[in-house]
């Protein structure tokens, strides 16, 4: 479990911050121990519908990088690039 404070947006309803947070978990477990790679993707799919515009991903994956030192962008990045099922950072 992460001690730090996630970045999120007040604005956002409880079950998008709950989407949210699901898939900054999901990224940490990609770096910390290896994720199935559709798991992964899928929620990145969720997360793509509360975080719809580039520049908020941005601004978001700045944010969660600083507290937490891993990347949504290049997790994301290799989970579309991996040809195997699972993979870690």
């Known amino acids: ?9 007040e604005d956002w309803s409880h079950d998008e911050i709950t989407t949210v947070i699901n898939f900054f978990n999901l990224v940490e477990e990609a770096n910390e121990n290896g994720i199935d790679k559709e798991r992964f993707l899928n ?6 519908t509360v975080v719809k515009s580039i520049g ?3 601004r978001l994956g700045r944010e969660f ?18 040809p195997s099922k699972r993979f870690k950072m």
Do not use: C, L, R, W
Not at 1 to 9: G, K, L, R, W
């Open 56 to 58: 908020e991903e941005k």
């Open 1 to 9: 479990m992460a001690n730090y404070s996630y970045p999120i947006d």
């Open 65 to 82: 990088q600083e507290v937490s030192t891993y990347s949504i962008y290049h997790t994301v990045k290799k989970a579309k690039e991996t």
């Open 43 to 48: 929620g990145y799919k969720k997360f793509k």
